[in-house]
């Protein structure tokens, strides 16, 4: 709330008034009303005169009548024009407006807007733009107009199916729906007639067919160039804002609640490609992101996380919470419950089930596919290309393992605690204490 009143403030609401607000919505609503009377009305085209020509008067407030957020949405050459949102301004020198600028439609928000035309921070932008808007209520603070701009999703459609999975011999990186439902599958490694109740051959989608979450028309692909995963997408779409609470509606998106303590960093350019993410679901809270969080389809419980910048192009389940993320968070397929992790730079292009928790990785976690129940682990840098199953726990592992297919392993998997090393002539073993005996015992990763 002191961000608010300190707005307030500069609009001329005295200290004592602001004591008296007690935060609430139809009292402030009263007092900016008051305050803001003697606004004068200009169009935008008026406003964009007066600021050419230096012939604003500094002190007073103008209500831009016919402010939207006007914007090209990301990834298309289509425009779209918001309902237009009056917005109050205040000059400050004949030329300038300050920055901040409220809006009598939502009260609580402190608007940082800019009369410019600068396409390269907000293409198709007509009547200048909105750089950072914060719901000072919720604790909202993000460096765009969330309310108002629109990012487009295309459809899944997924043509290839098969009834249990185990028809067809399908490759890694295979994309299959199940016959007579909406249930996507991926194929985790190359082995044949495997059905889909088989979670170390198959992982469930996070999303399923026929619903609107693909950042890209036609051909969505996942992971890497050299471990692509395609998911067709239908030449259909639909515009969602950042937060919506369902990805299929008709035509109108849901509303939204339980968002609040959220802020996301500013870009420095073209600010709402380098924004293009969606949440759909409730439960948004207390998440701090740097810049560059772009091409994300989230699901619902993204909580308690704190992320470094360039989180982008990744597909998250439900119950995303709790996770402290270094940079590059890229290019990921995660099923639900990734949760309590603490991750350095450079975690990309993996595939990830379901109860992904409790993990410590250092730097360089890439082109794995893990299974589900992935937990308390410490892996030290540069763990790649591996292969792992369902219920890989308390693996304490050194720097560089990398291209190891531990399907059929079973050491890894057991219920007690494992050190991994590296022989000098670059064999990989572990260490670990028998369940009968206390004396660490050594054996091949593999074995």
């Known amino acids: ?167 067809g011999n399908y490759t890694k990186g295979a994309v299959i729906k199940k016959t007579g439902t909406v249930e996507i599958y991926i194929k985790l490694n190359d082995a044949t007639a495997q059905l889909f109740t088989n979670i170390s051959a198959w992982k469930r989608f996070e999303w399923d067919d026929l619903q609107y979450v693909s950042p890209v028309a036609s051909a969505w692909y996942i992971l890497d160039s050299a471990y692509q995963v395609l998911i067709p997408c239908s030449a259909l779409y639909m515009d969602y804002t950042m937060f919506c609470t369902a990805p299929t509606v008709d035509g109108v998106q849901s509303s939204y609640s339980s968002i609040f303590i959220i802020k996301i960093a500013q870009n420095n350019s073209n600010i709402l490609t380098n924004c293009n993410s969606i949440f759909f679901g409730n439960n948004i809270t207390n998440n701090t992101i740097e810049s560059g969080f772009y091409s994300n389809t989230i699901g619902n419980i993204f909580t308690g996380n704190t992320i470094g910048s360039g989180f982008y192009s990744n597909t998250i389940g439900n119950s995303f919470s709790s996770n402290t993320i270094g940079n590059s968070f890229s290019s990921n397929t995660i099923g639900d419950s990734f949760s309590s992790n603490t991750i350095g730079d450079s975690f990309s292009s993996n595939i990830i089930g379901n109860s992904f928790s409790s993990n410590t990785l250092i730097h360089g976690f890439f082109s794995n596919t893990i299974g589900n129940s992935f937990s308390n682990n410490t892996i030290e840098n540069s763990f790649r290309f591996n292969t792992i199953g369902n219920n890989f726990k308390f693996n304490t592992i050194g720097a560089d393992f990398s291209s190891l297919n531990l399907s059929s392993a079973t050491l890894v998997y057991a219920a007690y605690p494992k050190w991994w090393f590296k022989t000098p002539d670059g064999t990989k073993k572990l260490y670990y204490f028998a369940n009968t005996s206390f004396a660490l015992t050594v054996a091949d990763v593999t074995a």
Not at 22 to 45: F, M, V
Not at 90 to 105: G, H
Not at 129 to 143: C, E, H, L, M
């Open 1 to 167: 709330m002191r961000t608010f009143n300190n707005y307030l403030r500069k609009i001329g609401i005295s200290d004592a008034e602001v004591a008296t607000l007690k935060n609430s919505e139809s009292e402030i609503q009263s007092q900016l009303n008051l305050k803001t009377a003697n606004a004068i009305s200009k169009t935008y085209a008026e406003l964009a005169i007066m600021i050419s020509n230096g012939t604003l008067v500094p002190g007073q407030h103008y209500l831009l009548t016919d402010y939207a957020s006007v914007h090209t949405i990301p990834g298309t050459v289509d425009t779209n024009t918001p309902t237009a949102e009056p917005i109050i301004v205040l000059a400050i020198a004949a030329n300038k407006l300050a920055p901040e600028a409220y809006s009598p439609s939502f009260p609580q928000d402190v608007i940082y807007y800019s009369p410019s035309n600068d396409q390269a921070i907000v293409p198709g932008c007509t009547k200048g733009f909105i750089y950072k808007r914060v719901d000072t209520q919720n604790s909202i603070d993000i460096g765009f107009d969330w309310r108002n701009v629109k990012f487009r999703r295309w459809q899944i459609s997924v043509t290839a199916e098969d009834a249990t999975g185990a028809v």
